[in-house]
């Protein structure tokens, strides 16, 4: 048995790098300290696809490593238009990687980013983003706002290591000093551990940031009594709170970039932050899912200039989003292949763009079967990043962490190295043909 | 890999490091370095060309965290500058803020071959080296920021001046760092609380004010032989009336003596420093009160930070300073504060000949250049991007050297240009001798990177060398800047990598760290006070914090023994 | 019973996070192919935990268990992010790239059909 310590986990944008575990056997036998009841379960281990495998007359037989990396290779050299998509619950390296490929065939290249806050990035780009690291709130702020957000279930560890639990320089009573405003559409395990919670009526986000931003730019006489279910007087308590604290933080979900005013709704709430500012120190942040999600978006930003959507086609990157967004592309029927890895369209994406994938060519990467199986003509099982290899990731506050590899895999292929052989091999479709 | 044996015949050399004002000269080089003789070389005749060692950029942000949230949050500078994949080069897009692709290939045209990335926050120092990375040809390296830092202002306040080099040497190999780099001291973790600090204010909480930390890093600094001096953005950036803050920072390191031979200090973007006036109405240049203390001091080096008219994407970790910006312009703003160490801000930002300010600040920096008498004690920079984007160097160069542009420039200015700048009375010219101090010579020294082949061509040094399409009796400014642009031939480490002004070759680059070799005992004694602040305050654990090998594929390493 | 018109939203859960990894299992299965929804409205349409219910978008339809969680308001159905929500989205983004994922009208009612498997859904696509 190894005790193995400062394990990075690589499930959610928390990326909790204090993880200590034991390893028998090379097998993750116990895991000690340091992960949620999410990353626990991660690091555990699920089962796996075995092996390659090429659909044949509608069954999936399994290969080996080279036939499946040849056959996908063909895929993507026939298609004219292929989309890369996923890219978040991997490495940067194989990021990187995947940008290449894409280049050299003309596809277009996104992330999960655009089902999860691809509209915030939207909204930075219209207004910027004032923020900070993780331990910054950690040590300071006294208060917290969660907006759309549950991270008792979807980042676990979020309050205890960077938040509302922590405890820091400024910050050594813990919770005690702080106070926790929740904003969401239902109750959760967040919501009652709130000191306040405003339940607001779904889809009214948006006014709900305008009301609290014109109160605290003076103007609390447009406020009408109720605004989106919420009494006038929540309001105005909430504001005193964010007026009377020294260093404040908003954290979003995908309560607000999945809602209809998607984009909008986190302009607004950046301008809140900034009236927020003018009273104390005040910041935002995105709470990302994948752990690499925001890794993504920073590779692919300064390979291309911008951060997902990237149609490269033309030889140079056209970004806009809503035109060369991989739901828009499959909703249109606008691509005639994909390459998928490291991410489940099968499961999280409309239905209505899913019947599109099904019919055309799938290349699938990744360490288990999913919905996107089903679909996939070819599949090609990777080794799993941060534990059988490591690589470099983004945690939501866009600080960077080098996951760490802690068991041996003599049969698994790294994320990197399939993209990379992939592109070799159809370089050398490429080169025949030019023959 | 470098071509074998390279010959550049019949160029007129400027290599002004080895003394060399434009002599007729053949270069040989052999195997990526200059070398006496070649025996079977291929030939490359420059025709009485101008020919000089690579270009060395001392200042300029092309890498990490805030140069990639400026490029995120502007596509419209990301879409200024696009430029489809060649079968030799990748993609490109950005202006203000190319994309890494661009960013080497660009600055390899106009000659560069190494560029100093000027801000690496510690904690997210890996982004940095990913990024240099992604930046093909240039060699590079990087100043971590260490002078917001809870431990740099803990000892400074204490006096343990033996512990805090013994920090120092630790984070700059930690973040495989080259330097140390300081900010707005204090000012950025007053910012933390929504604050600033002015050179003897005390920093909120930790009672010790910005003149302190920078005299006591500078001590620090000189108990190695680091290549380079501290490098220094000082207080109240951009404020007007701020030049006696910058005069006051120098006078603080004065006393201070040099571990190796070159300055004590070298402070970045002075034209942002050298203003006067009380507020932007009365607003107007001293740069002539700056230069005259560069003058007649010998251990501060500056750089200009000049302006060039036109958008920009504005990025510093002086936090507050950005977010003044964006309160005057309205624009987009970002911020990062960074836990514990540092904070960056980003906006954009118009510099318009039609305004009063903005015409002065144009000025300062060109009057900076033009009257600091000795031309190794100052450095061209645009503070890329912040003054403006590198890519409009030659734009300056020509204005140093043509009085005449200059005056055709001023006459579209706002009229303010003669009443509150020195420019139009100044009469000097600058030559190509001095161009390559300015570009090469001077930012290798100060660098201490002429001791390891950069800047310059004697036997021995990197073959990194720029062939410009002009001859040396060149007068005509719009000339001499096309031919600053695009060079003939750049060839770096012996590789022809731009032939008529095309990238035809992209070799990556090294990243050269500097490792300051502390006494064992110091560094044990200072690691239970940083390991302390890692338990109890920081996000990332000590473990997971240095930078890992893998994100230097390429390095170089300086060693810097500590002084008995 | 008669249906009735409801806003559907989706999100994370706890167990649906756990089996990220292991869709296939029944324990995703049991988490995620169900709709939660407010005791007063599980009265309203005569459904108790565990009995089916169909709901209906403009999109699609699909059928998932019902469970109770009270931390909704009436009129909201929770249906935790996975393939049996995103049957009833649209991929329409109205020019933002991002699907609706959240406030969509939706008719809930009670049914006999049984919940398909997560491999027998995915095949409705190919269909």
């Known amino acids: 048995m190894v005790e193995i310590t400062d394990v990075v986990c690589s499930l959610c944008g928390c990326v909790c790098d204090d993880i200590v575990l034991e390893v028998e056997n090379n097998q993750v036998t116990k895991i000690k300290r340091g992960a949620c009841s999410v990353g626990k379960s991660k690091l555990l281990g699920h089962e796996r696809i075995k092996s390659p495998m090429i659909r044949e007359n509608g069954e999936l037989k399994e290969c080996s490593y080279d036939e499946a990396i040849k056959k996908a290779a063909e895929i993507l050299y026939k298609s004219r238009r292929p989309l890369l998509y996923g890219w978040s619950s991997t490495v940067c390296e194989a990021d990187s990687a995947g940008i290449e490929l894409a280049e050299d065939i003309g596809g277009v290249v996104d992330n999960t980013a655009t089902v999860c806050h691809g509209p915030s990035v939207l909204a930075i780009q219209d207004v910027g983003i004032p923020s900070c690291t993780l331990g910054e709130i950690k040590n300071r702020a006294d208060l917290i706002i969660y907006w759309g957000a549950n991270p008792a279930q979807a980042h676990a560890n979020h309050m205890k290591r960077y938040s509302y639990v922590s405890k820091g320089y400024w910050t050594a009573e813990g919770k005690k000093g702080k106070k926790l405003v929740v904003v969401d559409v239902r109750k959760t395990m967040t919501s009652k551990m709130a000191d306040v919670f405003i339940q607001v009526e779904q889809g009214k986000d948006y006014q709900v940031f305008s009301a609290l931003r014109a109160i605290l730019r003076g103007h609390e006489d447009v406020v009408p009594d109720k605004v989106a279910g919420v009494p006038k007087a929540q309001l105005l308590e909430v504001a005193n709170m964010v007026k009377e604290a020294k260093f404040g933080i908003t954290f979003f979900g995908m309560g607000v970039t999945q809602a209809g005013a998607r984009h909008n709704n986190i302009v607004n709430a950046i301008q809140f932050t900034r009236a927020a500012h003018l009273h104390g120190k005040w910041s935002i942040m995105p709470m990302r899912g994948h752990y690499n999600v925001t890794g993504f978006n920073q590779v692919c930003t300064w390979q291309t200039g911008f951060p997902f959507s990237v149609d490269l086609s033309r030889g140079y990157a056209w970004y806009n989003p809503g035109e060369t967004s991989s739901t828009d592309l499959l909703y249109r029927e606008d691509c005639d292949a994909a390459l998928i890895i490291a991410s489940d369209p099968g499961a999280h994406f409309p239905g209505a763009a899913l019947r599109h994938l099904a019919k055309i060519p799938v290349i699938q990467i990744d360490p288990y079967a999913n919905p996107t199986t089903e679909f996939a003509d070819v599949v090609i099982p990777a080794a799993i990043s941060g534990i059988e290899c490591e690589g470099g990731v983004y945690r939501m506050d866009n600080i960077p962490i080098r996951l760490r590899k802690i068991l041996d895999t003599d049969y698994y292929v790294p994320d990197e190295e399939i993209v990379e052989r992939i592109h070799a091999e159809v370089r050398a479709l490429r080169e025949k043909e030019g023959e | 890999m470098a071509d074998g044996e390279l010959l550049i015949r019949n160029g007129v050399v400027y290599d002004p490091i080895n003394g060399v004002k434009g002599e007729k000269k053949d270069i040989c080089i052999r195997d990526g370095k200059i070398v006496e003789s070649v025996t079977n070389p291929k030939v490359i005749d420059a025709e009485g060309r101008v020919v000089m060692p690579g270009g060395v950029d001392i200042h300029s942000h092309i890498a990490g965290g805030k140069v990639n949230s400026g490029r995120l949050m502007r596509p419209e500078d990301g879409r200024k500058g696009l430029e489809a994949k060649t079968s030799v080069c990748r993609l490109q897009s950005g202006y203000s803020v190319p994309n890494t692709f661009a960013t080497g290939y660009r600055y390899a045209k106009m000659g560069y071959t190494f560029v100093m990335e000027a801000a690496m926050p510690p904690l997210a120092a890996r982004h940095t080296h990913e990024e240099m990375i992604d930046i093909p040809i240039l060699d590079n390296a990087a100043l971590p920021l260490i002078d917001n830092n809870w431990m740099t202002m803990e000892y400074v306040k204490s006096g343990d001046m033996d512990l805090l080099a013994a920090y120092v040497a630790w984070i700059i190999k930690a973040t495989k760092g080259f330097g140390v780099k300081i900010v707005n001291p204090g000012g950025t973790e007053a910012w933390a609380w929504g604050k600033n600090c002015d050179l003897n204010d005390s920093v909120p909480y930790f009672d010790v004010t910005p003149a302190e930390i920078i005299k006591g890093l500078a001590e620090a600094n000189e108990k190695f032989e680091m290549p380079h001096s501290i490098h220094v953005h000082t207080n109240m950036l951009g404020h007007p009336g701020n030049f006696e803050v910058t005069k006051d920072t120098y006078d603080l390191v004065k006393g201070v003596k040099p571990s190796k031979d070159r300055q004590v200090m070298h402070t970045t973007h002075t034209q942002f420093h050298s203003y006067g006036g009380t507020n932007w109405g009365d607003f107007e240049s001293k740069a002539d009160a700056i230069a005259g203390y560069i003058n007649q001091n010998d251990h501060a080096t500056i750089d200009i930070g000049s302006i060039i008219l036109g958008d920009t994407t504005t990025m510093t970790a002086d936090g507050p300073m950005e977010y003044s910006l964006y309160q005057i312009t309205g624009r987009k703003w970002t911020n990062l504060d960074v836990e514990l160490e540092t904070g960056s801000g980003i906006t954009p930002f118009l510099y318009s000949g039609k305004s009063p300010v903005n015409t002065i600040q144009w000025a300062i920096g060109q009057e900076l250049a033009l009257l600091v008498k000795d031309p190794w004690k100052i450095a061209l920079t645009t503070d890329h991007p912040n003054a403006g984007p590198f890519i409009g160097y030659p734009i300056i160069i020509s204005m140093l050297m043509s009085k005449k542009r200059r005056d055709e420039s001023a006459e579209d200015m706002h009229k303010v240009i003669f009443d509150r700048a020195e420019l139009p009375s100044i009469d000097r010219e600058y030559d190509l001798n001095e161009i390559a101090i300015i570009t090469r010579g001077m930012t290798a020294k100060a660098l201490g990177l002429h001791e390891h082949g950069k800047g310059h061509l004697g036997v021995g040094a990197d073959a990194d060398v720029a062939i410009y399409d002009m001859s040396p009796e060149e007068r005509d400014a719009g000339k001499i800047q096309k031919a600053f642009l695009n060079t003939k031939y750049t060839i770096k480490a012996g590789e022809i990598v731009v032939k008529d002004g095309e990238v035809v070759a992209t070799p990556p680059g090294r990243t050269i760290f500097v490792t300051p070799e502390c006494d064992q005992k110091l560094t044990d004694e200072m690691l239970v006070t940083l390991k302390d602040k890692f338990d109890k305050y920081y996000s990332v654990t000590f473990n997971n914090y240095p930078v890992q090998d893998a994100y230097l594929p390429n390095p170089y390493e300086i060693k810097a023994p500590m002084r008995g | ?127």
Do not use: H
């Open chain 3, 1 to 127: 019973m008669e249906g009735m018109n409801v806003n559907l939203i989706s999100g994370r859960t706890t167990v649906q996070g756990q089996n990220l990894d292991s869709k296939l299992t029944e324990k995703y299965f049991d988490e995620v192919a169900v709709c939660n929804l407010n005791g007063s409205d599980m009265e309203k349409l005569g459904v108790a935990k565990d009995d089916n219910v169909k709901v209906t978008t403009a999109y699609g339809a699909v059928v998932v268990k019902a469970k109770q969680d009270d931390g909704n308001p009436e009129g909201l159905i929770f249906i935790p992010m996975g393939p049996w929500a995103n049957v009833l989205v649209s991929g329409y983004t109205e020019g933002a790239g991002m699907p609706r994922f959240k406030g969509i009208g939706a008719e809930i009612g009670k049914t006999a059909e049984t919940v398909l498997p997560v491999k027998e859904l995915m095949r409705t696509y190919m269909e």
